[in-house]
């Protein structure tokens, strides 16, 4: 004959068997094993049959019990299973996006840096340039001695250069202007040379709205047989008409390089008719053509060097140069 708490442990296991959710889970299990429950009560009873009897009635109440607490634990992983299943349908996300037939593609473009860096090297290649390139960490003899910058000089301070903790201290460094590339050209050929060399550049800048403390610059130099002044300013009279079209000019001032002589700093003009310094330029410096072993009896040169998100800040009348590198997709989608 069965006990009574056979009987509802028999209609437990079936509860638990079509329980639809943990909560009805948790109703049986307490109904069933809790403080105030059918085998707890039938546990309590247990002390009120003979000695000889209770053993055996020990045994089947306790299998009873394992009973119900492996349908508890089978309907748990059940319902849990299926309950993150369920979960995961419905936190899917669809990652497959169909545009509506009439949404136009927009495709991907370059930075309006790369693409006026792109253009400056078309520029000068049609000029009969070719494009070289160096290191972004340098030496101090690239960055500085062999451009006739000797590390007693004042002009050294003057680039706010940010240096590499490695060797000996000051010796290596980002390199703060791209002429250390006309270093490692002349070292490697012989002229005539006539190349440009673009790349990222490095100062110990505060950011505003018109300096970053990385940004890029662009190298000219010409080395060759009988070369002026005079084929410098053209060269960048030349450079700016085609980069600019017609309406932009450019001028000449006096100034200081260390391994330019005579030197000058180029403007170009706004339309509001103010200028806007554009770089440096002049005649390559006899030391810095002996630094290379060319003969500067021999050989003159002309070197130039500017800022090539100033330029495209210029082309595209952008108020912050900071703009460029905040990498905001709506102001990038507009060039
Ligand atoms: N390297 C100089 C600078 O960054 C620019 C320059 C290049 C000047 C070539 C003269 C000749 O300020």
Same mark, same amino acid.
């Given at each position: 004959?069965? %006990?009574?708490?056979?009987?509802?442990?028999?209609?437990?296991?079936?509860?638990?068997?079509?329980?639809?959710?943990?909560?009805?889970?948790?109703?049986? %299990?307490?109904?069933?094993?809790?403080?105030? !429950?059918?085998?707890? %009560?039938?546990?309590?009873?247990?002390?009120?049959?003979?000695?000889?009897? &209770?053993?055996?009635?020990?045994?089947?109440? +306790?299998?009873?019990? *394992?009973?119900?607490?492996?349908?508890?634990? @089978?309907? =748990?992983?059940?319902?849990? @299973? !299926?309950? =993150?299943?369920?979960?995961?349908?419905?936190?899917?996300?669809?990652?497959?996006?169909?545009?509506?037939?009439?949404?136009?593609?927009?495709?991907?473009?370059?930075?309006?840096?790369?693409?006026? #860096?792109?253009?400056?090297?078309?520029?000068?290649?049609?000029?009969?340039?070719?494009?070289? %390139?160096?290191? *972004?960490?340098?030496?101090?003899?690239?960055? $500085? *001695?062999?451009?006739?910058?000797?590390?007693?000089?004042?002009? #050294?301070?003057?680039?706010?250069?940010?240096?590499? +903790?490695?060797?000996?201290?000051?010796?290596?460094?980002? &390199?703060?202007?791209?002429?250390?590339?006309?270093? #490692?050209?002349?070292?490697?050929?012989?002229?005539?040379?006539?190349?440009?060399?673009?790349?990222?550049?490095?100062?110990?800048?505060? @950011?505003?709205?018109?300096?970053?403390?990385?940004?890029?610059?662009?190298?000219?130099?010409? /080395?060759?047989? +009988?070369?002026?002044?005079?084929?410098?300013?053209?060269?960048?009279?030349?450079? /700016?008409?085609?980069? $600019?079209?017609?309406?932009?000019?450019?001028?000449?001032?006096? !100034?200081?390089?260390?391994?330019?002589?005579?030197? @000058? *700093?180029?403007?170009?003009?706004?339309?509001?008719? !103010?200028?806007?310094?554009?770089?440096?330029?002049?005649?390559?410096?006899?030391?810095?053509?002996?630094?290379?072993?060319?003969?500067?009896?021999?050989?003159?040169?002309?070197?130039?060097? $500017?800022?090539?998100? #100033?330029?495209?800040?210029?082309?595209?009348?952008?108020?912050?140069?900071?703009?460029?590198? +905040?990498?905001?997709?709506?102001?990038?989608?507009?060039?």
């Amino acid at each position: 004959m069965m %006990e009574g708490y056979e009987q509802a442990a028999a209609d437990a296991a079936e509860r638990l068997a079509s329980a639809a959710d943990l909560d009805a889970v948790a109703d049986v %299990e307490r109904e069933m094993l809790g403080r105030r !429950s059918t085998f707890t %009560e039938a546990k309590r009873r247990l002390g009120d049959l003979d000695p000889g009897e &209770r053993a055996a009635a020990g045994r089947r109440l +306790n299998a009873a019990r *394992e009973r119900v607490e492996a349908s508890v634990a @089978a309907a =748990r992983a059940r319902l849990s @299973a !299926s309950g =993150r299943a369920d979960r995961y349908a419905a936190e899917r996300l669809d990652l497959t996006e169909r545009l509506p037939r009439t949404t136009v593609l927009r495709r991907g473009h370059f930075h309006p840096v790369t693409q006026a #860096r792109d253009r400056l090297e078309d520029v000068f290649v049609g000029m009969g340039y070719t494009v070289a %390139e160096g290191p *972004e960490v340098e030496s101090a003899w690239y960055n $500085f *001695e062999a451009l006739n910058i000797p590390d007693w000089h004042p002009a #050294r301070g003057s680039f706010d250069t940010i240096f590499v +903790n490695l060797g000996e201290s000051e010796e290596v460094m980002l &390199r703060s202007h791209t002429s250390p590339v006309q270093i #490692r050209v002349m070292e490697n050929r012989k002229p005539p040379i006539y190349i440009v060399a673009p790349g990222r550049t490095f100062r110990a800048d505060t @950011a505003d709205a018109t300096h970053l403390p990385a940004f890029n610059q662009i190298e000219g130099l010409a /080395v060759d047989r +009988n070369i002026t002044m005079g084929d410098l300013a053209g060269t960048i009279d030349e450079f /700016v008409r085609a980069f $600019f079209g017609g309406e932009v000019k450019s001028r000449l001032r006096p !100034s200081y390089f260390p391994f330019t002589e005579p030197s @000058a *700093e180029f403007d170009i003009s706004r339309p509001d008719g !103010s200028w806007l310094e554009l770089g440096g330029c002049g005649m390559v410096h006899p030391n810095v053509l002996s630094n290379c072993g060319i003969d500067p009896e021999e050989w003159q040169g002309f070197a130039f060097g $500017f800022g090539i998100d #100033r330029l495209a800040v210029m082309r595209h009348e952008i108020d912050d140069i900071r703009e460029f590198v +905040n990498n905001d997709v709506r102001f990038l989608s507009q060039f």
